[in-house]
């Protein structure tokens, strides 16, 4: 793998880093008791509702930047939109230290806003590894290789977090902030490495004719597109049915279990090893050997009953191991489901394709974010259930729409 990808995978984990760092700390500062960044009256309602701003405010951010800037990739190129995607995350994260040392709030939710946003840089990235790819399996490898980068920056995020705020790890050096500033120098290194090695590969240029609209164009010009909606209705259910899982899984277990910002990261590293593992050795064998659909098929009820069975568990130690099949059958599913909507265009749409995926996934997940302190109050499982509904509702659609021939020509391709 050349420097190339390197970087581009590299911006990939940087950005996904930022989800997997910022839920262990966002629980310590809002849920766990004796926390002085809310005022100390505040009722658990209250709190799950700032948790909700939070993670809504990055989801909606993101929801614009996935779908603009991979759009304006494919017309001033990938690297000047990447670049402006990484400075805008040093500026996010920048924000988030000071919103932090003030006790702010509201500064804390435009940081995350203003993160979210340049998170678009991740279909960009995974835009440029489609132009890199010469075959059919190449482009499965590199879907694979950018759910591994998904993956370890799932660990890497937890893992500052962590760490850098634990006293006993790191002594009188240890904050909430440290991980920040370690977030920090990694996008700097990135920008240095797509500054140095990353050659455009977008080599077509066009006029801009296209303005703030096209947030919501984007995703109306696939309603003449019967095949790019099928794959977006399924996709839309699993990975909403995977955020229930993923972003309420910290606050689930602060509340049921009294998990603490260590004992959280220890379960996101699961969480980003088992993804890493299994993305980046199995994707790629499997997708040889089985049908893309089939595949997404057994995985996605694998995620449904994992995701039931983790519901029912009254033991604490033994979520640890629960959660290792329903993250599993994830790895397996993401990047077949990039590899089908990639094979649904041409080269001229890889951008727009890949914004497509980010855009339909945080949609759902902005509205999950906003809903699920609602579910969460009223029953402490409620939101797993809403995520164990999603992913019926997504094998049913799967049996629906996928049997047509337009998704089986993309199934071997």
């Given at each position: 793998?050349?420097?190339?990808?390197?970087?581009?995978?590299l911006?990939?984990?940087?950005?996904?880093m930022g989800?997997?760092?910022?839920?262990?700390?966002?629980?310590t500062?809002?849920l766990?008791?004796?926390?002085?960044?809310?005022?100390?009256g505040d009722?658990?309602?209250?709190?799950?509702i700032d948790f909700?701003l939070?993670?809504?405010?990055?989801?909606?951010?993101?929801?614009f930047?996935?779908?603009?800037?991979?759009k304006?990739?494919d017309y001033i190129g990938?690297?000047k939109?990447?670049?402006?995607?990484?400075f805008?995350?040093?500026?996010?994260?920048g924000?988030?230290v000071?919103?932090?040392l003030?006790?702010?709030l509201p500064l804390l939710v435009?940081a995350?806003a203003?993160?979210?946003?340049?998170?678009g840089?991740q279909?960009?990235?995974?835009?440029?590894?489609?132009d890199?790819?010469?075959?059919s399996?190449e482009?499965?490898?590199?879907?694979?290789?950018?759910?591994?980068a998904?993956a370890?920056?799932l660990?890497?995020?937890p893992l500052?977090a962590?760490?850098?705020s634990?006293p006993?790890?790191m002594?009188g050096?240890a904050s909430?902030?440290?991980p920040f500033?370690?977030?920090?120098?990694?996008i700097l290194?990135?920008?240095?490495l797509i500054i140095i090695f990353?050659e455009?590969?977008?080599q077509?240029?066009?006029k801009?004719?296209?303005g703030?609209?096209?947030?919501?164009?984007?995703l109306?010009?696939?309603h003449s597109?019967p095949?790019?909606?099928k794959?977006?209705a399924?996709?839309l259910f699993v990975e909403?049915g995977?955020s229930?899982f993923?972003i309420?899984?910290?606050?689930y277990?602060?509340?049921?279990?009294?998990?603490d910002t260590?004992q959280n990261?220890?379960l996101m590293?699961?969480?980003?090893?088992?993804?890493?593992?299994v993305?980046?050795?199995l994707?790629?064998p499997i997708?040889q050997?089985?049908s893309k659909?089939?595949?997404?098929?057994?995985?996605?009820?694998?995620?449904?009953v994992?995701?039931?069975?983790?519901?029912?568990?009254?033991?604490?130690?033994?979520s640890y191991?629960?959660t290792v099949?329903?993250?599993a059958?994830?790895?397996?599913?993401?990047?077949?489901m990039?590899s089908?909507f990639?094979?649904?265009v041409?080269?001229?749409?890889?951008?727009?394709i890949?914004?497509?995926t980010?855009?339909s996934?945080?949609?759902g997940q902005?509205i999950?974010?906003?809903?699920g302190?609602?579910?969460?109050?009223a029953?402490?499982?409620?939101v797993f259930?809403?995520?164990?509904?999603?992913f019926?509702?997504?094998?049913g659609?799967?049996f629906?729409l996928?049997r047509q021939p337009?998704i089986?020509a993309?199934d071997y391709?």
């Amino acid at each position: 793998m050349g420097w190339s990808r390197f970087a581009l995978l590299l911006l990939v984990l940087v950005d996904v880093m930022g989800q997997g760092m910022i839920f262990p700390i966002v629980n310590t500062l809002v849920l766990v008791p004796g926390s002085t960044f809310v005022p100390r009256g505040d009722s658990l309602a209250i709190r799950e509702i700032d948790f909700s701003l939070l993670t809504a405010a990055f989801y909606i951010s993101w929801f614009f930047g996935g779908a603009y800037i991979s759009k304006l990739s494919d017309y001033i190129g990938r690297k000047k939109a990447i670049l402006v995607c990484l400075f805008g995350a040093l500026f996010g994260y920048g924000l988030a230290v000071v919103a932090l040392l003030w006790s702010n709030l509201p500064l804390l939710v435009l940081a995350r806003a203003i993160t979210g946003f340049s998170a678009g840089n991740q279909p960009i990235a995974q835009a440029a590894l489609v132009d890199l790819s010469t075959t059919s399996a190449e482009r499965n490898r590199n879907m694979g290789y950018v759910t591994a980068a998904i993956a370890l920056g799932l660990i890497i995020g937890p893992l500052f977090a962590g760490t850098l705020s634990d006293p006993s790890i790191m002594g009188g050096y240890a904050s909430l902030e440290l991980p920040f500033y370690a977030a920090l120098v990694l996008i700097l290194i990135n920008i240095v490495l797509i500054i140095i090695f990353f050659e455009e590969t977008n080599q077509t240029r066009r006029k801009i004719d296209f303005g703030l609209s096209e947030v919501f164009l984007v995703l109306w010009r696939a309603h003449s597109r019967p095949t790019i909606l099928k794959l977006c209705a399924v996709f839309l259910f699993v990975e909403v049915g995977l955020s229930a899982f993923y972003i309420y899984l910290n606050n689930y277990m602060v509340l049921r279990f009294g998990f603490d910002t260590l004992q959280n990261s220890i379960l996101m590293i699961i969480f980003g090893s088992v993804l890493a593992l299994v993305s980046s050795l199995l994707v790629g064998p499997i997708s040889q050997r089985f049908s893309k659909v089939a595949t997404i098929v057994v995985s996605v009820t694998v995620m449904g009953v994992g995701l039931l069975v983790f519901t029912v568990n009254d033991v604490a130690w033994l979520s640890y191991f629960l959660t290792v099949p329903i993250v599993a059958a994830f790895a397996l599913t993401l990047p077949l489901m990039f590899s089908l909507f990639s094979a649904a265009v041409d080269e001229s749409e890889q951008g727009w394709i890949m914004g497509i995926t980010i855009s339909s996934s945080t949609g759902g997940q902005f509205i999950l974010a906003i809903a699920g302190a609602s579910l969460m109050t009223a029953n402490i499982h409620g939101v797993f259930i809403a995520g164990i509904t999603c992913f019926a509702i997504a094998l049913g659609l799967i049996f629906l729409l996928w049997r047509q021939p337009d998704i089986r020509a993309l199934d071997y391709g």
